[in-house]
């Protein structure tokens, strides 16, 4: 039997979290003696793979939507005896269809590799990342989708066998137009995120704020009310009705941390606040604070990181 | 039948009434104390107050402004336990027509998946919309699993919904950006913020709150089993140290520690 992983692609790349999905499904498949199959798009580079644990690649043509490629994967998940996909925005939606389709029972917002294999348990986030669930999954083909960045990546040794399939996709979803911004490090995948509130009193303050982005390799986010006030767009609201994220380096410049901005930042695994005022709530989420004007912290931290990157 | 009395009007105009479905999660208020039950395995509802799910808000204010554009019918439903109906009153009162409530303490998304598709192949309905995700579990299962089940066109995260003459427009986020999609209806919607602008979030009235008593409020059996998955148990996250203070004067103490202790840069 084997764990099948889908390794999602963008325009013939993967993403980093394509490679997290196949070494979870390494770690899972040792567990149980199983193999590894990876199924992946024809224009992506499958080489790559198998330096994660991929033992066996099945190339198709990726249908363009979640139901397509729901289709597709249940057709070639006959002698599976476990799925894991990475909970991107695709993800998101493919995994529920596809256990909807084959039956498989599904752990989403999973943030652990299993805890034991026989029945499967996992742990995964709950009340906003107030509470943290133990789930089982009691059936013969459990499917695991996680949450990106949760795992981390361990690269294996390992040269995986390559073969092409024909299998047809069939959506009634007609994907007119999308549109990714290019040459900005995409939020819900981004290592680092500097993200701003109003505490910088204008949207044409923002420059700092790329800057220090800039210097960190990070993506830029914002507040609620920021967005709200339209200096920046909805797609950078951070919080619990906009994006969720949880990079390695989460830092909040001039925001007070209302819980609803907390439901999304928190499980960052390092916060740092910039903040004029002492009391505000944020500091207590955070690991790192620093009391002060952004206006005076910001530039200094920008060229702080400047010499830093400079001597390492 | 159906098709007759929900598109009586398609000869009048390119928008014919829709019977729209809205899909409603009873959650734990955003700001609640989340605690665990002594035994681990539940939350544990005391000193709790439960709200409409905040994804659902903005879908239900959308069902209203389609209604109120081309005519139609709202329907919310709910499937859960007694305790739930407060919440299917309150969207009532935001100006939902009627609401239904499948009489069941379901497990997992799949059992609350099969429920509603039973409901739907019942009910003709041209619009089907639920929140993308529910702030108590966080699943983001249940609209998906629907649309797969109905076969049905689904858009997730979806922030813009136009309809023409039987045909949606959808936008959706991707990571990193939006897609376009077009379907022709019935189709299922995951939204979210954008579907409607937050500003334009309906609340109650005192008109709705006293017309929401008499709105019909149907109460349906249970007709699926247990899902295949449980919870095990429930836990806090760990919480985190005290915040280290770094001196405003000092960023390369901070610089220091997000290297050497944190190893974030």
């Known amino acids: 039997m084997s764990i099948l992983v889908f390794v999602e692609d963008w325009n013939g790349a993967y993403k980093k979290a394509s490679f997290e999905a196949v070494a979870y499904a390494k770690s899972w498949a040792t567990m149980n003696g199983n193999r590894v199959i990876a199924v992946t798009n024809t224009s992506a580079p499958a080489g790559e793979l198998a330096g994660y644990g991929a033992d066996h690649i099945i190339q198709i043509g990726l249908g363009s939507t979640a139901m397509g490629i729901a289709g597709q994967l249940k057709e070639l998940s006959a002698e599976v005896s476990g799925i894991v996909i990475a909970g991107t925005s695709l993800g998101r939606s493919l995994a529920p269809a596809l256990s909807a389709l084959t ?154 941390g209302a819980i609803q901005h907390l439901a999304g930042v928190s499980a960052s695994k390092t916060i740092v606040v910039v903040n004029t005022d002492p009391e505000a709530p944020f500091f207590k989420a955070a690991d790192y604070g620093i009391v002060g004007d952004a206006f005076e912290v910001v530039p200094k931290l920008v060229n702080a990181l400047r010499a830093f990157k400079a001597a390492s | 039948m159906d098709l007759l009395c ?114 739907i192949s019942a009910n003709s309905y041209d619009l089907i919309i639920c929140g993308q995700e529910s702030i108590d579990y966080n699943g983001q299962q249940v609209p998906a699993m629907l649309a797969a089940l109905l076969e049905q066109p689904f858009a997730n995260a979806c922030v813009g919904l136009s309809l023409d003459n039987g045909t949606a427009t959808a936008t959706s986020e991707i990571d990193g950006g939006h897609a376009t999609y077009k379907a022709s209806l019935p189709m299922v919607i995951g939204g979210k913020k954008g579907l409607v602008e937050e500003k334009d979030l309906r609340i109650p009235n005192m008109r709705g709150i006293m017309s929401a008593r008499t709105k019909p409020l149907e109460v349906v059996p249970a007709t699926e089993g247990e899902g295949p998955t449980k919870p095990v148990s429930f836990e806090k996250p760990a919480g985190k140290a005290a915040v280290k203070m770094v001196d405003a004067e000092n960023v390369d103490e901070l610089v220091r520690l997000l290297h050497e202790e944190a190893k974030a840069i």
């Open chain 2, 6 to 119: 929900t598109h009586s009007n398609l000869g009048a105009n390119h928008n014919p009434t829709m019977n729209i479905l809205v899909c409603i999660s009873h959650v734990p208020d955003t700001t609640a104390k989340i605690n665990f039950t002594a035994d681990g395995t539940a939350l544990d509802p005391a000193g709790v107050q439960f709200v409409i799910n905040p994804y659902d808000e903005f879908g239900l204010t959308k069902a209203l402004h389609v209604k109120e554009a081309q005519g139609g019918t709202i329907t919310v439903i709910n499937v859960g336990p007694a305790t739930t109906e407060p919440t299917l009153r309150k969207a009532l009162a935001i100006g939902a027509d009627k609401a239904v409530r499948i009489d069941a303490t379901p497990m997992d998304a799949i059992t609350v998946a099969k429920e509603l598709k039973n409901h």
């Open chain 1, 103 to 256: 039956g498989g029972a599904l752990s989403t917002n999973t943030i652990s590799l299993p805890l034991s294999v026989s029945p499967l348990q996992v742990k995964r986030g709950a009340f906003s990342s107030k509470g943290i669930e133990t789930i089982e999954l009691n059936n013969d083909m459990p499917i695991v989708s996680f949450v990106p960045n949760s795992i981390g990546l361990e690269p294996v040794a390992g040269e995986g066998n390559l073969e092409r399939r024909e299998v047809s996709s069939n959506d009634a979803l007609e994907v007119l137009s999308t549109e990714v911004a290019s040459g900005k490090v995409a939020l819900p995948e981004a290592e680092a995120v500097v993200s701003a509130g109003r505490g910088l009193k204008g949207p044409e303050n923002w420059g700092m704020i790329e800057e220090l982005a800039d210097v960190l390799g990070a993506a830029t986010a914002c507040s609620k009310p920021v967005s709200d006030i339209g200096w920046r767009p909805h797609s950078e609201h951070v919080g619990q009705t906009g994006i969720q994220v949880n990079p390695n380096l989460y830092i909040a410049i001039g925001i007070s």
